[in-house]
């Protein structure tokens, strides 16, 4: 098993910057894909970025591509996914997730958190 949590969230002006982490426990992630994805109660969950742990490959949405940097740190089991150039369009819940396959399809990921929320004030 492996937990998933996710922090940093926070309220931030339109134009600003935020970093959101996810720290992993339990069974090793080396070599798994790690996810970030969002939710708004008007929209479904949608991918953000992903990265595989071992290589470092990362891949992008198109909404985000150029402002969103993910990254790992192997001695803290920590995922991040900074943000930049933040919009009130990348308002929602961000949710880190795991997985063998981690496409971007949330149900592709075994393993996922509970959730920061991320709000950005126009």
């Known amino acids: 098993q492996v937990q998933l949590a996710e922090s940093g969230g926070g309220l931030v002006q339109a134009g600003g910057s935020l970093r959101v982490s996810c720290v992993a426990s339990?069974?090793?992630?080396?070599?798994?894909?790690m996810g970030w994805f969002r939710q708004t109660p008007e929209k479904e969950r949608e991918f953000v970025a992903r990265?595989?742990?071992?290589?470092?490959?990362?891949n992008y949405a198109d909404s985000v591509r150029g402002r969103f940097t993910i990254s790992r740190d192997n001695t803290k089991n920590t995922v991040y996914l900074q943000m930049n150039s933040l919009s009130p369009e990348d308002t929602g819940v961000y949710y880190c997730?795991?997985?063998?396959?981690?496409?971007?399809?949330?149900?592709?990921?075994?393993?996922r958190g509970q959730g920061t929320q991320v709000t950005v004030s126009s």
């Open positions: 997730a795991a997985g063998g396959v981690g496409g971007s399809l949330w149900s592709t990921y075994n393993y």
């Open positions: 339990g069974r090793s992630v080396s070599a798994y894909i």
């Open positions: 990265i595989k742990w071992n290589s470092g490959t990362a």
